[in-house]
């Protein structure tokens, strides 16, 4: 479990196809502190550190991960959001992040919004219906609050959110551009309501 705070921008340097997907990443974390087995979120999808050295640590990322996340993260070179997994005790900043991705949005504009960064992206509609203004949403690992969703007829969703500076530059979203994807988590509570609505209905 995470909260969407990131807390390193990591960086892969290297990308070896196995069995599955082998990713280094470099990192700024004190890695002595990191059990190999550990769950770090990387740009919003949960992975298991499998290796580990000084200043990098290693995760697989399975093909089914791999399909249903936005294919940019995943090559060598890319710049990852990074958080370590919830524990006990800690702050609570963001909201309630699984690491599990329900699907990609395509950035379809980004302009300033006073001191801070407006972010509208584009979503299937699956994936639209459960984000709701003033709720929450994972955008790459980033707890965001969504300021404003939109149903367009062509069965998509628009929804915006709001970059502050700072988030802009302690996270991958300030070098964002129309047309790139992004991983999107919804809200936990979303997944629950989808499950009661789905069982109302074969009832």
């Not at 950035?107 to 509208?120: K, L, M, W």
């Not at 965001?144 to 700072?166: M, Q, R, W, Y």
Request: proline letters at 1%; glycine letters at 10%; hydrophobic letters at 40%.
């Amino acid at each position: 479990m995470f909260t969407g705070i990131i807390t390193d921008i990591g960086t892969v340097r290297s990308a070896e196809q196995r069995g599955d997907l082998r990713l280094t990443i470099g990192t700024a974390y004190d890695l002595a502190t990191v059990d190999l087995g550990a769950s770090i979120a990387c740009s919003g999808v949960c992975l298991t550190v499998v290796d580990k050295g000084a200043d990098w640590f290693a995760v697989d990322v399975s093909h089914e991960s791999v399909a249903c996340t936005a294919a940019a993260h995943w090559h060598e070179g890319a710049r990852l959001n990074l958080e370590r997994a919830l524990r006990m005790g800690d702050e609570l900043g963001g909201h309630l992040v699984t690491g599990h991705v329900d699907g990609t949005g395509t950035v379809a504009s980004t302009c300033p919004e006073g001191a801070s960064t407006r972010i509208d992206v584009s979503v299937a509609h699956d994936v639209g219906r459960f984000i709701a203004t003033k709720g929450s949403v994972t955008l790459d690992g980033v707890s965001l609050t969504v300021n404003e969703v939109k149903d367009a007829d062509d069965g998509t969703t628009s929804f915006a959110i709001n970059l502050i500076p700072h988030s802009a530059e302690h996270t991958t979203l300030g070098s964002l551009a129309a047309g790139q994807s992004v991983n999107i988590e919804i809200d936990v509570l979303a997944r629950y309501l989808k499950r009661l609505e789905e069982s109302r209905a074969s009832a």
